[in-house]
């Protein structure tokens, strides 16, 4: 018998009867675990709930609302074990792969757990005479999260902890395909003291999305997921007067200039081309050399190591990286590379047709290195999210940005270099959201911000970090005077200045 994934609404598990979907092990291929798809009416419960525990949680003073975060990182250190589990029989990641997402969404706690000092806001004396000016954070209500598969605890980590601390209440719709260590962690706030309501989960689908984005209660959205349905959200939850942060996919090039380190170049590329199977928003799926002869070393030099690359099951932490989500997506990860040998690349090294001992019908694919690509072809054009590197070749710098600069993602890039002018005009140029000088996967700390250009993200303030408290607050600026007693002041009617 199957076990059954539910929902997290005013701080009980909720199970409901209605549609359900099977929930993968991508290693075995086998479902273990089917998830409930929350109906509207489920979502509109978690909704009230929300709603429900919104004034007393506004009310409470920001140090208690602090408290309940540091208390939760204690927990989330305590469990980090069973959460990496959890992802690895959903997700398929390795455990040591798990084990860095768990502690970047840690990290994000970290910050929320400075909402005091976040929420200090801003004072300006004697802006007049006897008038004093400030501007105070407030919450907005009831907000929601929506976030995809390949980071079940992180991505939902880089939202709630901040909307909650900020005095906002949530209801988090997590990815179907990897559901369950993201209801885990949410049913851990309530064992770190936080009150029934402040944050719910509901699982499910497009319908209970759809409800999220329209529902004129919920008065914020954060979206992490493919392009497609990024700007579906942000265009619904415009429409509906909400505001949104939508962020998307990406295609992240790498530029191998001619006095990078090349070994160490290509170290740093294998990790971040197939670390967690190639699905994650800031893979470097492009590695565009500069110069024949960088082209050569670098292709050479890849297709050695990559011979040593060892896929498998993710309890297994000798495994580099693990099966794709599904069979349908490795499907369409080697239609991709069908479609570029089609169109006239080289496929150097062939992932396709890997099989790994007692895991017959685990959706793996091996690490796939393509030579001679270009950007006219779809493997190119497209975000195929899986274990591929495709190396271009081009003859200068200023080359290798334009094509950057033309691709319809921004999110992440990096150059590999020793030359730091170089470096710094790219960095300063470059029209992508998140930069890497000689690192391969720039994604900001808790403390900074994290979102793409172009269209890698809709909105415009970035996810977690300040950009975060941004989102999750609105300015009030008040005015105040207090007249010195016995002064009356004549009508004004000229613009205060
Ligand atoms: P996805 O877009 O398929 O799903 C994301 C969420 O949207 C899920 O919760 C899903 O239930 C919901 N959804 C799917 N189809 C929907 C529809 N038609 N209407 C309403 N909601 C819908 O993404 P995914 O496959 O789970 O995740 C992989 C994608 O996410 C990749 O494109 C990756 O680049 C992107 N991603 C981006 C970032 C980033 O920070 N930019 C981070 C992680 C992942």
């Given at each position: 018998m199957t076990a059954t994934i539910g929902h997290f609404i005013n701080g009980q598990l909720v199970t409901t009867t209605g549609r359900m979907q099977d929930v993968h092990n991508p290693a075995t291929g086998e479902s273990e675990r089917s998830v409930l798809l929350a109906s509207k009416q489920t979502v509109q419960q978690a909704i009230d709930s929300a709603q429900a525990a919104f004034p007393a949680w506004r009310n409470t003073p920001v140090l208690k609302r602090a408290r309940v975060m540091f208390k939760f990182k204690q927990l989330l250190e305590e469990n980090a074990e069973y959460i990496g589990q959890l992802i690895g029989q959903e997700h398929g990641k390795i455990s040591h792969d798990a084990a860095g997402e768990i502690q970047r969404g840690i990290e994000n706690v970290e910050f929320a757990c400075g909402a005091p000092q976040l929420l200090k806001g801003e004072h300006s004396k004697n802006?007049?005479?006897n008038i004093d000016s400030w501007s105070e954070f407030q919450p907005l209500g009831v907000v929601t999260g929506i976030t995809p598969f390949n980071f079940p605890a992180m991505v939902p980590l880089w939202m709630f902890p901040l909307a909650i601390v900020c005095g906002n209440t949530f209801v988090l719709k997590p990815s179907e395909r990897a559901p369950s260590s993201t209801l885990f962690i949410a049913q851990l706030l309530k064992q770190a003291?936080?009150?029934?309501?402040v944050m719910n989960v509901v699982n499910g689908d497009k319908e209970a999305v759809d409800e999220l984005l329209t529902n004129?209660?919920?008065k914020a959205v954060s979206f992490v997921g493919s392009t497609a349905i990024a700007e579906y959200i942000y265009t619904t939850a415009n429409a509906a007067g909400k505001r949104c942060q939508a962020l998307g996919g990406a295609k992240n090039h790498a530029i191998v200039m001619p006095d990078a380190d090349m070994d160490n170049a290509v170290n740093q590329l294998l990790g971040a081309a197939f670390g967690s199977s190639g699905e994650?928003?800031?893979?470097?799926?492009v590695v565009v050399a500069v110069g024949e002869k960088a082209g050569d070393a670098l292709v050479e030099k890849m297709q050695q190591a990559m011979s040593d690359l060892k896929v498998g099951a993710?309890?297994?932490?000798?495994?580099?990286f693990g099966p794709l989500i599904s069979c349908q997506h490795r499907d369409k990860v080697s239609g991709y590379l069908s479609s570029a040998e089609q169109q006239?690349?080289?496929?150097?090294?062939d992932g396709r047709g890997t099989k790994v001992k007692g895991y017959d019908n685990g959706f793996f694919i091996g690490a796939t290195l393509i030579d001679g690509?270009?950007?006219?072809?779809d493997s190119y054009k497209?975000?195929?999210?899986?274990p591929v590197l495709q190396v271009m070749r081009v003859d200068t710098m200023q080359q290798a940005m334009q094509l950057i600069d033309g691709h319809e993602y921004g999110n992440g890039t990096c150059i590999f270099t020793r030359d730091g002018e170089a470096a710094r005009y790219f960095s300063d140029h470059i029209q992508v959201g998140m930069v890497g000088i000689n690192v391969?996967?720039?994604?900001?700390?808790?403390y900074h911000s994290f979102g793409g250009w172009k269209r890698s993200l809709f909105g415009d303030l970035h996810a977690y970090g300040p950009d975060g408290v941004r989102f999750y607050t609105k300015r009030k600026t008040i005015t105040q005077r207090w007249p010195s007693s016995g002064v009356r002041e004549g009508a004004t009617f000229a613009f205060p200045s």
């Open positions: 802006v007049g005479p003291g936080l009150p029934d309501g004129p209660t919920v994650r928003c800031m893979a470097l799926s993710y309890s297994d932490a000798t495994n580099d006239g690349a080289k496929i150097v090294v690509v270009t950007a006219d072809m497209a975000e195929i999210f899986g391969p996967l720039p994604v900001p700390v808790a």
